[in-house]
């Protein structure tokens, strides 16, 4: 079992920035992602770490913005988000799991409880 818990969601205006950060407890996984779901949409992959290869893959939404790291010690995966737009507003979550392929939301077996961002324009 992993345990996950978000923080950093926030409010921002266009062009701000947010750091969202995921502490990870429990057994063990090979990826951990942060995913997204906007206001009557289907739940989307934002970012991947894989803990194994320390390869990153991002979706193209937001490539040159958003930046996943991981700090091994304090077992934390971050997403900070630069140059944040309207269409970025969602709930994201952190997700563990061991995923053939980084964005495919099944393979991700543990899910953290959600934080909310939301960027006005």
């Known amino acids: 079992q992993v345990r996950l818990v978000e923080s950093g969601g926030g409010s921002v205006q266009a062009g701000g920035s947010l750091t969202l950060s995921c502490v990870a407890s429990?057994?063990?996984?090979?990826?951990m992602a942060w995913f997204r779901q906007a206001l009557g949409k289907t739940r989307e992959g934002v970012a991947a770490f894989h803990t194994g290869s320390y390869n990153t893959y991002y979706d193209t939404s937001v490539k040159g913005r958003f930046t996943i790291s991981r700090d091994r010690a304090k077992n934390t995966v971050s997403l900070q988000m630069n140059n944040l737009k309207p269409e970025d507003s969602a709930v994201y979550y952190c997700a563990a799991g061991y995923p053939p392929v980084w964005n495919r939301e099944s393979s991700y077996i543990y899910w953290g409880q959600g934080t909310r961002v939301t960027v006005s324009s």
């Open positions: 429990g057994d063990t996984y090979t990826s």
